[in-house]
C-alpha cells in the first residue's frame, strides 16, 4: 500500500499570511507514460464531505479560490494557501490515485492564529 | 452535475449486516469513464477507501483488503444506483460512508451517513 503522510498535524496561520501543507508518499505517484502525478487534495469543513481542491498535484479545480495552489512530483508535494482567509478553516488531505487501495493522508488541522 | 443521494439505516447490530445505497443522477452507473466507490471515514482510521464498481466492456470491482472477507459492492442499472454491503459488523465498523464518483480522482461525494454499530 501507498502510505501518505501529511506534515504538520495542524497549523494555526494568521489571517492574510500563508499557509503550507506537506504531504510524503511512500513511493512515487509520477506515472511516467503519462508524466503526470496521481495526487489530489481536499478541505473537508465539519459535517461536510470532502471537497475537491486539487488534482494531477497542480491543477485547481473549477470554482477554487486562485489563492489555493498544489506543487510536487515523484513522492513529495506541498498544497500552499497564499493568503488564509477566515473560511479556510478546516482538515486538508491528500489522496493518491496511482494505484489501489487508493489511500488518504491523515489529515491536517488549519486554524486562524 | 452529478449528485449522488445515500439512503440506509443508521443503527446495525454487531455481526449483522450494514447496508446503504446510493441514488445517481446526472451520470450513469454504467459510465465507461466513471468507477463508484464507497469511502468511510471515522477518528479512528480517518478517510478509508473501501472499495469500487465499475463498468469497462463488463462490470469490475476492487476491494480493500482490510474488508474483502466481508464487503459486496452492487450495481443497479435498472435504477442508476449502486450499494455497499458489509457482513458481520463491528463497533470497529462504526463510521461516517461516503459514495464517491471517480474519474480519475474522487470528484463528487454524496453527503455522508452515520452508521453506529450497537446493540
Known amino acids: 500500500d501507498i502510505v501518505m503522510t501529511q506534515s504538520p498535524d495542524s497549523l494555526a496561520v494568521s489571517l492574510g499570511e500563508r499557509a503550507t501543507i506537506n504531504c510524503k508518499s511512500s513511493?512515487?505517484?509520477?506515472?511516467?507514460?503519462?508524466?503526470?502525478?496521481?495526487l489530489a487534495w481536499y478541505q473537508q469543513k465539519p459535517g461536510q464531505p470532502p471537497k475537491l481542491l486539487i488534482y494531477?498535484?497542480?491543477t485547481r479545480e473549477s470554482g477554487v479560490p486562485d489563492r489555493f495552489s498544489g506543487s510536487g512530483s515523484g513522492t513529495d508535494f506541498t498544497l500552499t494557501i497564499s493568503s488564509l482567509q477566515a473560511e479556510d478553516v478546516a482538515v486538508y488531505y491528500c489522496h493518491q490515485y496511482y494505484t489501489t487501495p487508493l489511500t488518504f493522508g491523515q489529515g491536517t488541522r488549519l486554524e486562524i492564529k | 452535475q452529478v449528485q449522488l443521494q445515500q439512503s440506509g439505516l443508521g443503527l446495525v447490530k454487531p455481526s449483522q449486516t450494514l447496508s446503504l445505497t446510493c441514488a445517481i443522477s446526472?451520470?450513469?452507473?454504467?459510465?465507461?469513464?466513471?468507477?463508484w466507490n464507497w469511502i468511510r471515514q471515522s477518528p479512528s482510521r480517518g478517510l478509508e477507501w473501501l472499495g469500487r464498481?465499475?463498468?469497462?466492456?463488463?462490470?469490475?470491482?476492487d476491494y480493500a483488503v482490510s474488508v474483502k472477507s466481508r464487503i459486496i459492492i452492487n450495481p443497479d442499472t435498472s435504477k442508476n444506483q449502486f450499494s455497499l454491503q458489509l457482513n458481520s459488523v463491528t463497533p470497529e465498523d462504526t463510521a461516517v460512508y461516503y459514495c464517491?464518483?471517480?474519474?480519475?480522482?474522487?470528484?463528487?461525494w454524496g453527503q455522508g451517513t452515520l452508521v453506529t454499530v450497537s446493540s
Open positions: 494531477w498535484a497542480s
Open positions: 446526472g451520470d450513469s452507473v454504467s459510465s465507461n469513464s466513471a468507477a
Open positions: 464498481t465499475y463498468y469497462r466492456s463488463k462490470w469490475s470491482t
Open positions: 513511493q512515487s505517484v509520477l506515472y511516467s507514460s503519462d508524466n503526470k502525478n496521481y
Open positions: 464517491v464518483r471517480q474519474g480519475w480522482y474522487f470528484d463528487y
